[in-house]
């Protein structure tokens, strides 16, 4: 599990980011407002609020009464602070502690891109959104991850694995590549969202093929997110190990497309 402050350590990796991030702006951001009843004259926190690009996209569609973004990464909520002008609260903050963060009611939280790798105290993070939603307000948090339907995916992330962890023993480092969310995470994050009290009201589910080479790109193009995979070596390392994983990972299984699945789930607070 990641728990990571240095997700970006300075502006011009924020920047980087944000780019990177732009199509996943635009392809959610009405969603988002429909699904989390986002209108005019609610209160919305974004946590993780990352670069502040989504809350960003929000505020210029709907005119909210407040907007409150929350990053452990203080680098994160600059950024995201910058990016919207009017009502915003900016707070620096581990989300597990949501509820004693914000002491007043919210009709909308979104946790973007977070929850599963980064949220460590997952029943504390769903405990404290309930304890701060207005009756009828909304949890929307999204889970990325990878071959729930196809096997080829399934074993060529367990095939890059094993071939990270081997071609990083030269260094003798302890890598933490992740673990993508197979069907019994996800039972397990639906026991988790009904003991604390919220109801599911629906899942969607996004899924979409990407080549073998745009692996490559995703895990490296992002500065910080490779960082606590490979921890301890230098950029051009950690790309040349995944770079090499993946060859190695092709030629053991042939190359074929890979699937990636998106599921939000939408939450409400029923009384
Ligand atoms: C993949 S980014 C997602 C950011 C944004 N929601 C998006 O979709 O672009 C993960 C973010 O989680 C933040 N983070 C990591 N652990 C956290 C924690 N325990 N509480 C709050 N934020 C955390 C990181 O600083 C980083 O900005």
């Given at each position: 599990m990641t728990q990571l402050?240095?997700?970006?350590?300075n502006k011009k990796e924020v920047e980087i980011v944000s780019q990177f991030r732009k199509n996943y702006v635009k392809e959610y951001v009405n969603f988002l407002i429909k699904k989390g009843n986002i209108k005019q004259g609610k209160v919305i926190v974004d946590i993780?609020?990352?670069?502040?690009d989504m809350a960003k996209a929000i505020t210029e569609k709907v005119n909210v009464e407040k907007f409150v973004v929350i990053d452990i990464n203080k680098n994160m909520v600059k950024s995201a602070k910058e990016k919207i002008i009017n009502n915003v609260l900016a707070i620096v903050g581990d989300a597990g502690d949501i509820g004693n963060l914000i002491d007043f009611k919210v009709d909308t939280i979104i946790c973007l891109?977070?929850?599963?790798?980064?949220?460590?105290r997952k029943e504390d993070f769903l405990r404290g959104c309930e304890k701060i939603l207005n009756k009828k307000g909304r949890l929307i948090f999204d889970i990325s991850t990878r071959g729930l339907d196809d096997e080829y995916t399934r074993k060529f992330f367990q095939s890059q694995r094993k071939e990270i962890m081997s071609l990083s023993k030269e260094y003798n480092i302890t890598t933490q590549f992740p673990t993508w969310p197979n069907d019994s995470i996800l039972k397990n994050y639906r026991k988790m969202i009904f003991d604390s009290g919220l109801k599911l009201l629906d899942e969607n589910e996004f899924t979409t093929f990407k080549t073998v080479s745009q692996i490559l790109s995703d895990a490296i193009?992002?500065?910080?997110?490779s960082r606590p995979w490979i921890p301890g070596l230098n950029y051009k390392k950690r790309k040349d190990i995944i770079k090499k994983s993946i060859e190695k990972t092709t030629e053991k299984l042939g190359k074929h497309k890979i699937e990636y699945n998106r599921i939000f789930f939408i939450l409400e607070k029923t009384n």
């Open positions: 402050k240095k997700y970006v350590k993780p609020c990352g670069t502040g891109n977070g929850f599963h790798q980064y949220i460590n193009t992002i500065p910080g997110r």
